[in-house]
């Protein structure tokens, strides 16, 4: 057995390769908004029901509950830690490299399997992705190995049930890791590409209806049991979430339509540099292959290019395939691999360093000083700002109260962290009550037995003006830490 035959057995790759993104997987703490918002999600659902994503004891449906399943299963092993919150990604991540290495050795042999799998881990899109509490990473596994299943099985004019089976499987967990993308994507993938090369019955097969049973008894129940619980489930997730999300243009992150083809090969360097040379490079016997990973990056790139608001993570799922291309490229010459390989997992290491030693916007210091000195009862209060890594770091027992302006009408208009609460409350009104106070409401939170702690930004102390009492207690960054004592009102 060769070398190279060795490290390219199943066991072996795909072990180092969970090692490969374990290893750093809780250096970092909490980056805000994305990974303190939904790593303390699946906390809150862990101390509740584990059915219904809660955000600050409010109903959070803008996502599916899959990563937040993984997240709590994590955390009831090994506790609620940084490791914990980034599980979710981490198995996207592995699921996303497993797929493409066990396609690519039956597709195209043991050798390009292996460097397959290295560009992609090696790829700091990749390899940040996989260890980044949000869920792109998720969602472009499972969409992955989803793509990757529905062509196994159209090798066959008669596909084989069993892989029809898995690939309706992994598409309703691609449906309850995201949405309707995650069947709405493989059909825009594999769909037209089969069509052209004239495999409409290859098409009809896969439309096997016992595997679209499998898909409604996976990916149904959760749907239908929150809609049955919240009435406007329906209208929210599935209308406002999904389409007219998509059709809107008053959401954050507006980029012109050509941003993923400027961010796709930014976030994939060193790799990308070889792409002038992937046409070149390809054997005749791998071209017909090639191009569906062709099209299948331009289906995901067109896809995600159409609404006005992108972010670099929406291209995930054409990640495994542009990878796969570069690597093919790279196949023939070995030093300058190496030195890719080596550059490209020096840049994706630093990375992770760098942000574990300069993590912006992070409340963890605060959240070390709360914990020492706040009695269990005592009251946290976020200002006119939200900094859920804090209430997840301290693993707080009850929602914070956040104070705002409620009754702002611009609420409404703007993706922010205010709509995201405000739409919350529609579906619990006594509980954002209970949690959602206005501004002037501020002198009450002192009144009682316990004391009030203050979490702000710098800037923001005018608003606490009326608290009687109230003093700075520590400052780390652009976070503040302030605490009023108890009194009686």
Known sequence: MSPMSSWASPRRALALLAVWLLATLGLRPLLLPDEGRYANVAREMLHGDGLTPLLNGLPFFHKPPLMYWLDMAAMSVVGINHFSARIGPFVGAWVMGAALFLAVRRWHGERPALLALLALATTPFFFVGG??????????????????????????????????????????????????????????????????????????????????ALFALIALPWFALMQHRYPGFFDYFVMEQHFRRFAQTNFNNVHPWWFYLVALPALTLPWSLWLPRVWRELAPADRARAGFYFWWIAAIVGFFSLPSSKLVGYVLPALAPWCLLLSMAASRADRWRLATTVAGALISLAAVVALTFRAPHSAAPIARELASRMAPNDRVVFVDEVFFDLSYDVNLKRPVVILSDWASPDIPRRDNWRKELWDAARFDTVQSQAVLWQLDRAPELSCGDTAAWFVLKPGNERWLAGVPGIEAVVVHGDVKLMRAPARRC
């Open 131 to 212: 260890q980044y509490a949000n869920l792109d990473m998720m969602v472009g596994g499972m969409l992955t190995a989803t793509i990757l299943a529905f062509a196994r099985a159209a090798d066959d004019e008669r596909p084989q049930l069993r892989w029809v089976l898995a690939a309706w499987t992994l598409a309703a967990l691609s449906v309850l890791a995201k949405g309707l993308i995650g069947i709405v994507l493989p059909a825009l993938v594999l769909g037209p590409w089969l069509l052209a090369r004239g495999q409409w019955r290859v098409v009809l097969r896969l439309l096997n209806p016992i595997g679209i």
